[in-house]
């Protein structure tokens, strides 16, 4: 991979008509550290957010000995990087081969589970096997209630009576039982941790069965843009809201619990930026050679302002316009599918013109594993850039949340 100090030196060396993506190891492995450092148990990093082979590698280096995997081909992709990492299969709902495949090729013994058939599959898979239960740590997922930029409560977890039955079920059975829950993604109000944990405590009260370990599950936000004409949104900092979860975890009475937590966006969301090229400037409207189909598609549906940096090709040499104003303008994406229209505009100067660069910071989180191959776009393009996004000058533009008029 190619190694470049910051994106604008990449930019201009590489004149680059397809999307790159600029890694930077040493960001990553500087939030995953200080994310460890503050979470007071196991850290499980969550595949899913990012699970290209340079973040699986750079996060073992950093000393991540977990990792949250929902399917076979997660489960394959951390084997072959870190062979000695432990896996939780926290994905609730599973194909009864998928879990026979866990268990027996790759000696997982971290399971979730949401529903009363997912116990029937796992025993079937235990039995078949000839496993002892008692060395399988099975999750109890709980629904929770909360408000995320994503909500994910809706679609999986089980009711807090159901819960009790579930775990009752699987220490009946011979397995230990733990409780986990998933808040959502890009939690910005404390609370929601809080009402989890008093979910969890419920269920704990109410259970036969003893709970060996409770995991919080991800949702951790990460630091994005925002809009440098309005004030700063209030949002407590990671250090605040895991500060905060520290207090409620002894406060319901989990201080001595083996505690497990799945962060994704938190950890990566730094480690990357993105270098798109204006293909057209039409009026107030940019072309740019990403969209919604490859690497903005969660800026886009989560409403996440990203920071953004500009830079202009010095090979244009007449510009309109004024270098110091920033103005909206609207993006549309490369594909040739009408939807492909970045709901929120990006804010640039206003001299930027066809043939220019901008660098999208804050994108390691579901930019590249979202990706599509639609219309035969698919950015693969890697450089390493030793300094942070953050480095030097403030970034003159931003991926806006503000909705504008056509
Ligand atoms: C997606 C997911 C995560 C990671 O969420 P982030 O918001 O990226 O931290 C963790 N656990 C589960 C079960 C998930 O589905």
Known sequence: MQRFDNAREAALALRPDDPVYCFRPEVLKQDCREFMSMFPGKTAYAVKTNGEKMVLKALAEAGVTAFDVASPQEIADVRAIAPQAE????????????????????????????????????????????????????????????????????????????AVELADRLARGG???????????????????????????????????????????????????????RKKPEMPSLGQIMSRLRGDITEWGFGETPLVAEPGRVIVARAFSLIVRVLLRKGRRLYINDGIWASLSDSWTG??????????????????????????FRVCGATCDSVDILSRPFWLPETVDTGDWIEIGHIGAYSLSLRTRFNGFYPDTFVEIATPFDAGAAPEGFASLETMAD
Request: hydrophobic letters at 40%; aromatic letters at 8%; charged letters at 25%.
């Open 87 to 162: 896996m939780l299969y926290m994905h609730p709902i599973k194909a009864q081969s998928h879990i026979r495949l866990a268990l027996e090729e790759y000696g997982i013994r971290v399971i979730a589970i949401d529903h009363e058939d997912e116990v029937v599959k796992l025993t079937r898979v235990v039995k078949a096997l000839d496993i002892d239960p008692a060395s399988i740590t099975v999750f109890v997922r709980i629904q929770t209630k909360g408000s995320a930029a994503y909500e994910l409560s809706k679609k999986f977890g089980a009711g807090p009576a159901t």
């Open 175 to 229: 397995f230990k039982v733990g409780l986990c829950f998933h808040v959502g993604s890009q939690i910005e109000d404390p609370d929601t941790y809080e009402r989890a944990l008093a979910s969890a405590d419920w269920v704990r009260n109410r259970a036969e069965a003893e709970i060996v370990a409770l995991d919080v599950g991800g949702g951790f936000p990460a630091e994005y843009g925002h809009d440098p004409n």
């Open 303 to 328: 409403k996440i302002t990203l920071p953004a940096r500009f830079i202009p090709d010095p090979a244009i040499r007449h510009r309109n316009g004024d270098k110091q104003k920033v103005v909206p």
